[in-house]
């Protein structure tokens, strides 16, 4: 079996090649897989795509008239391909599940803390030799409330170390898990009990259909005015414009992502000599009380390792037609 890995980014390349052990004939191209691109999947059974890739029905026509026939996804979120067209085609395809909860977990809670405590400004202050503290009032996680939306893997990880800071946990998800909120003294709770009581909301559910921009207008609108988000889960839970016309008003604490709605075409790249044209982006990113990561929650190495290792073995399973057990079915909704 032939493998072209779409957007290979230079530090997973290493962790593939060690996860394949020679068991697969691997390519890696930097380009992002799209309509343009697919053609460079010609003479390849595979492909491993990553999250800001385009695997859109036009897009995966083309595959599949190349004779690509698997598509493994090198994240646990698959919203960027769609699933019905693929499977009606005869596509197999997987995605990387639970390839670290923690990593995800903790980038959040970095994001939190970065920001509460200012230390991207005092780092900036001390490098040029100004050691005030007048600009750096942050305020305790024990005793506030921290809503936190997503129970699964990551989100379950969420309420333990938010527990651990001793804060009042507010949970919602449609399949809750009582064993967890007993464990930890949280609560199951509308979503509209989190938006108004919440000090800190934390998201933690794949993006989907039914929950595509899940914070608009209404859910801001109950939110107390200085209230922290924090999303690294997709950028399409958030409505970035609605946002920025929050933050414009002074209506939140904060918003601290990983995700930006539009990544397409910006994020994964160095745009530092040419800059960005999209300019939702350039206003959500001039707000001094937006904190905004490229996408990195997942750069850990036990993380990249396991996606490695998970990729290969989505491969291995169909190459050897044995049941892989991260195969999606139709019965999954995505956009």
């Not at 780092?123 to 305020?139: A, I, P, R, T």
């Not at 938010?162 to 967890?180: E, R, S």
């Not at 914070?215 to 839970?237: C, F, H």
Request: hydrophobic letters at 40%; glycine letters at 6%.
């Amino acid at each position: 079996m032939k493998l072209l890995v779409y957007s290979a980014k230079e530090f997973e390349i290493p962790f593939l090649n060690r996860a394949n052990k020679n068991k697969i004939e691997i390519s890696y191209t930097t380009n992002a897989l799209d309509s343009v691109t697919a053609i460079q999947a010609v003479g390849y059974k595979a492909v491993a795509i990553f999250s800001g890739d385009d695997a859109s029905s036009i897009v995966l026509e083309k595959l599949w008239d190349l004779g690509v026939r698997y598509i493994t996804i090198r994240s646990a979120g698959y919203n960027n391909i769609n699933l019905k067209v693929a499977r009606k085609l005869g596509f197999k395809v997987a995605n990387a599940p639970n390839y670290s909860p923690n990593a995800i977990a903790e980038h959040a809670i970095a994001l939190l803390l970065a920001f509460n405590r200012k230390l991207i400004l005092a780092s900036e202050q001390v490098h040029k030799y100004n050691f005030l503290q007048s600009n750096l009032m942050g305020f305790n996680l024990e005793g506030k409330t921290i809503g936190i939306i997503g129970t699964g893997r990551i989100g379950s990880i969420m309420v333990k170390i938010m527990a651990g800071f001793g804060c009042k946990i507010l949970l919602n998800d449609l399949h809750p898990n009582y064993n967890l909120a007993k464990q930890y003294n949280a609560n199951y709770v509308s979503l509209e009990d989190i938006y108004s009581n919440a000090d800190i909301i934390s998201l933690h559910i794949p993006l989907n259909s039914e929950n595509y921009h899940l914070i608009d207008k209404e859910a801001l609108t109950q939110m107390k005015p200085y209230v922290i988000i924090i999303n690294t889960s997709r950028g399409a839970l958030v409505n970035t414009k609605t946002l920025i016309k929050v933050l414009e008003e002074n209506k939140i604490g904060g918003y601290c992502t990983d995700v930006y709605e539009k990544e397409k075409g910006v994020f994964f790249n160095d745009n530092s000599i040419n800059g960005i044209k999209d300019e939702l982006l350039k206003k959500l990113l001039s707000f001094s009380n937006v904190l905004l990561t490229p996408h990195q929650a997942f750069v850990t190495n036990e993380a990249v390792q396991n996606i490695a290792e998970i990729t290969i073995d989505n491969l291995e399973h169909w190459k050897n037609n044995s049941p892989c057990k991260n195969e999606l079915g139709l019965e999954i909704s995505v956009l």
